[in-house]
């Protein structure tokens, strides 16, 4: 099965807590996304990586960092979680044509 | 910088009308527009994508032309289904093979029966 995995698909955690999240791809796209869904629903890009090469890095505060060791995965770790942290954070990867397809997602719940 | 306004948050609808949802752009790249479909609890999913000026694209009953004179990338669909039911979003990118890519608000799309 090719497609956009991510764990964990939900995580609750505590103010000032570090949480990682994981994504993997198994489309063989070179070109990966981190974006922000919050609770009404707007869709923002935190960052893209190409062939493991950051590319884009919108503003997004600093405890949030992206790591990739090969072009098929993407993680991103939140050092010190704030409660606006709280969101769907959905990976994503591009096709050569241009079409993301995107992971089911991971819901963080920061109390 | 770049942006996508989608005007309407909410339409409703009575199954078996048409509907148009509406998408403008400002980019000062070759545009290349999205829409993209999100059922309740699932990830986005592309509905269509163009680039081509004046070229409608269809996909599953529904289309959408690009304009470039008039910036805009309308979703349209001759009679909706309870099933069409989701959000959807615009979206834009800076031309062909470009990496950033922005979303519009969305536009929650409710059919009724």
């Known amino acids: 099965e090719t497609a956009v995995f991510q764990t964990p698909n939900y995580h609750v955690t505590q103010v000032g807590n570090e949480v990682s999240f994981n994504c993997k791809q198994t489309l063989g796209h070179d070109t990966m996304y981190w974006y922000k869904q919050d609770s009404k629903k707007l869709l923002k890009i935190m960052f893209s990586y190409n062939n493991k090469q950051l590319i884009v890095n919108e503003t997004v505060p600093r405890r949030f960092s992206p790591q990739s060791s090969d072009k098929a995965h993407l993680n991103l770790r939140i050092k010190s979680v704030e409660p606006e942290d709280s969101a769907v954070y959905l990976c994503a990867s591009r096709s050569g044509g241009d079409t993301q397809y995107f992971g089911p997602g991971t819901r963080l719940l920061v109390l | 910088g770049d942006s996508v306004t989608q005007t309407e948050g909410l339409v409703t609808l009575t199954k078996g009308l048409p509907v148009m949802l509406n998408c403008t752009y400002q980019?000062?790249?070759?545009?290349?527009l999205f829409w993209y479909v999100q059922h309740l609890n699932e990830a986005p999913k592309l509905l269509l994508k163009?680039?081509?000026?004046?070229k409608r694209t269809e996909h599953q009953g529904f289309y959408a032309t690009l304009h470039k004179s008039s910036s805009s990338f309308h979703l349209q669909k001759s009679s909706v289904q309870l099933s069409d039911s989701a959000l959807y979003f615009c979206a834009l990118s800076d031309g062909a093979g470009g990496y950033k890519v922005v979303f519009g608000s969305g536009t929650r799309l409710l059919v009724s029966p």
């Open positions: 163009s680039s081509t000026d004046n």
């Open positions: 980019t000062t790249y070759s545009p290349f």
